[in-house]
């Protein structure tokens, strides 16, 4: 989790929501994701699902089994569900996310019977440092008169 904090703080610092995620396999780091919708131009450039798409590209194949996602904010609704198509095995995030989350505060992706593929969450791991970096950063923005009045991914 400290590093996908570091990673949070890359983003805040290039002025993207604060979010980070690694990606592990067997103990090591095979993936690594900051927001990076802003300088993309691209609403996908979530952190989990950049490390996803870096860790299938190190392990060299999509169904990542075996991987754990590390993440400082609660997935949303589309990384919970790459989560669930890449088969990880495993969640574990900082801060809920009550206004977007989706494995556990609006709903639970991660678990849903419907679906092909569940996983375990482990929910709340450093979460007062991952909310405190979000917080700081809409309190900036809305400082600085260019927030945009949402919270979560903002």
Request: net charge neutral; with cysteine.
């Amino acid at each position: 989790m400290q590093e996908a904090l570091g990673l949070a703080r890359e983003a805040a610092a290039r002025g993207e929501v604060p979010v980070g995620a690694v990606a592990l396999f067997e103990g090591r780091v095979v993936g690594r994701g900051a927001n990076a919708r802003e300088a993309a131009r691209d609403p996908t450039a979530h952190a989990e699902l950049l490390a996803i798409q870096e860790a299938a590209r190190t392990l060299g194949r999509w169904r990542l089994t075996g991987v754990t996602v590390v993440v400082t904010l609660e997935p949303c609704a589309m990384c919970a569900g790459a989560m669930v198509l890449a088969r990880i095995d495993r969640l574990v995030y900082g801060a809920s996310d009550p206004k977007a989350g989706c494995t556990g505060s609006l709903q639970d992706l991660s678990a849903d019977p419907r679906l092909n593929h569940r996983f375990p969450v482990e929910r709340g791991v450093l979460a007062e440092e991952s909310g405190e970096l979000l917080r700081a950063f809409f309190r900036a923005r809305r400082g600085a008169g260019n927030g945009n009045g949402n919270g979560g991914e903002g």
